[in-house]
């Protein structure tokens, strides 16, 4: 099994003391690489829910199991390494460093993990698969913010992650560019042969994935938002 998240909850108290539930029992497995979709309005917890996938939060009740193995069995430095190795996730914003190249932000997760004298070549591999090894010496404030994302999907693939989880993706650009990263995406993820669990609002992009799901005031099922 790749992913098996088994009946994770999530809750946060309020200020006022009273208990929220964000999820309310979510289940997902995932035997094989493929994609999914988790399509849902604002605040319905399906970024919670990425969240907890990633290992960036831990759930209140329930298990989830990236490659057979618990993550909140974890220490914090065993999740991190789990992590940078068999994890990749793409987020709206793209958290590339300002004083690193295109390059530099690339190689960063294969330093990271005890370098390799490869490094820049695979790094470089990586830019010339989403269309950007001209720009390996620049500075992301001299990019677009199209290619600002390139650049952040080539950095989370450049480990080849079992399972790529990524948080509305393209929510921060135009639709072209937003479908050119989807494209380059989906091509590259399943070349490559991982899991892709996207969180998106958008029905058309939801569709293109292999399953579909919809996500509703913390409640997961099969199928799309109608």
Do not use: Y
Request: hydrophobic share 40%; charged share 20%; glycine share 8%.
């Amino acid at each position: 099994m790749i992913l098996n998240a088994r009946e994770v909850k999530k809750s946060f108290t309020e200020s006022s003391g009273s208990p929220l539930e964000i999820l309310k029992g979510v289940s997902l497995s995932v035997e094989n690489p493929m994609t999914v979709s988790i399509m849902g309005r604002s605040g319905c917890g399906k970024s919670t829910f990425i969240s907890l996938l990633a290992g960036l939060d831990s759930a209140t009740s329930g298990t989830i199991e990236i490659l057979d193995q618990n993550l909140d069995a974890m220490s914090g430095a065993d999740l991190n390494q789990f992590r940078a190795r068999h994890i990749g996730v793409i987020f709206q914003q793209f958290h590339l460093l300002d004083h690193l190249t295109a390059l530099e932000n690339v190689r960063l997760p294969i330093d990271l993990n005890g370098g390799s004298n490869e490094g820049d070549q695979r790094a470089l591999d990586m830019l010339t698969r989403v269309g950007l090894s001209h720009r390996a010496h620049h500075f992301p404030e001299t990019m677009s913010r199209g290619e600002q994302q390139r650049i952040a999907i080539a950095r989370v693939l450049v480990m080849k992650p079992e399972v790529v989880l990524a948080d509305e993706p393209t929510g921060s650009l135009d639709i072209k560019t937003g479908a050119e990263v989807i494209e380059l995406l989906f091509s590259i993820v399943k070349s490559e042969k991982m899991v892709l669990v996207m969180a998106t609002h958008d029905p058309a992009l939801a569709a293109r994935c292999d399953q579909q799901f919809t996500m509703t005031e913390g409640v997961l099922t099969p199928g799309l938002l109608k």
